[in-house]
């Protein structure tokens, strides 16, 4: 099974990605370091788009196991395209990640990686390619503790923070709780994946549960927290579980509108859920710099629960709101045609439908339907 999952990724690795090896010369470091950059699938073709920008840390040996991943989420659209960089860390990590022995920050050597990435790759990076202000940090071991202190910063230059086994520093976990009690401002939306597994280092899981226990225990509307312990996993074995579990956790609101979703968060609104609708895509454009088309599976969520709550007034917004991202469809004139049969106005209904007649059929929607629904309501009526 794993074998399959391997070939799996490498399919779409090498099927679609554009992976390229770019060397960096850095002052801080006083050495070139070797990057590997994939790019997504149709980057060439979007010229005026940007995309989220995900750091890999380890990068020598996380980087495919990322890429494959992204490759395959942003392939189902359940996350945006990404840029995905890994640094390869094979003959520095110890040197890249050393602490002070006194208040366990990033020293010598570590000071000045924390330097290269903070001050020269992020710019480097978004001077050749179209990054978003998106950016993820990935980091296992010694290197998930080290991206914590990215987190720190007032203002992180990462938004998503993936965790992986973290062997903590001193002072670590109180730290993080500090800064995760304290509310970012509402751009600031931060996401943390923590993960760790039954046959995982013992302190490193250790570590990890402790830490879990008590950033459950906080609330905080801007921290976007999620954490797996994996039965039967190793240090190593837990990577693969982990890196898919993160971006679904990561991108969770660029997805369509699952069942979850749909009970908990739209059902029991009191406002209208078309504004629900129109948030969620206006967070998306904020947070990651994708300007989504409303999927037509969101729209029949919506409309369901106009149904389920009787609250077919909104149903014209959803129309209004139909027609602009669907013109083509049939899909606008639907909804509208919905709000004038539910609201004691037949014959705008019949004429509604019949508007569709030039449009075109879409998921489920079709004018052939819509023609057969407005001739029923001419013989109901008699018009």
Not at 236 to 257: C, E, G, K, M
């Amino acid at each position: 099974m794993r074998f399959f999952i391997i070939l799996l990724l490498f399919f779409f690795q090498c099927s679609f990605s554009q992976i390229v090896y770019e060397p960096i010369e850095s002052e801080s470091l006083g050495a070139t370091r070797e990057l590997k950059i994939q790019l997504p699938r149709d980057y060439e073709l979007n010229p005026d788009q940007s995309y989220p920008l995900i750091v890999v840390f380890d990068g020598d040996y996380l980087f495919e196991v990322v890429t494959g991943n992204v490759e395959y989420n942003s392939y189902w659209r359940d996350m945006p395209d990404a840029i995905v960089v890994g640094i390869n860390q094979a003959e520095s990590r110890t040197e890249d990640t050393t602490l002070s022995v006194e208040d366990h920050y990033p020293y010598k050597s570590g000071a000045k990686f924390y330097d290269f990435i903070e001050s020269e790759l992020i710019e480097f990076l978004e001077d050749k390619y179209r990054c978003s202000d998106f950016r993820i940090a990935i980091g296992h071991g010694e290197t998930a503790n080290y991206i914590n202190y990215f987190f720190f910063q007032k203002s992180p230059v990462f938004n998503g923070f993936v965790a992986l086994s973290p062997r903590l520093a001193p002072f670590m976990q109180e730290n993080l709780i500090r800064k995760m009690s304290v509310e970012q401002k509402k751009q600031s939306k931060l996401f943390y994946y923590l993960s760790t597994a039954s046959l995982d280092i013992k302190r490193n899981k250790k570590q990890a549960v402790e830490l879990n226990s008590k950033i459950s225990n906080i609330e905080n509307p801007s921290i976007f927290y999620e954490f797996d312990n994996f039965d039967g996993l190793s240090h190593y074995s837990l990577v693969p579980r982990s890196i898919p579990n993160a971006l679904d956790n990561i991108f969770s609101i660029f997805q369509p509108i699952n069942r979850n979703e749909y009970e908990k968060n739209i059902l029991t609104l009191e406002s209208s859920p078309v504004d629900y609708l129109i948030e969620k895509y206006e967070t998306i454009k904020e947070l990651f710099g994708v300007e989504k088309q409303i999927l037509i599976n969101d729209f029949k969520a919506i409309a369901a629960a106009i149904e389920k709550n009787k609250q077919y007034d909104f149903y014209k917004d959803l129309g209004e709101i139909a027609r602009e991202h669907h013109p083509d469809t049939v899909l606008g004139f639907y909804y509208l045609a919905r709000f004038y049969e539910e609201t004691g106005k037949p014959k705008k209904a019949m004429n509604a439908y019949r508007s569709s007649y030039t449009l075109g059929s879409i998921q489920g929607y079709s004018k052939e339907d819509m023609l057969d629904r407005a001739d029923e309501i001419q013989k109901e009526f008699g018009y």
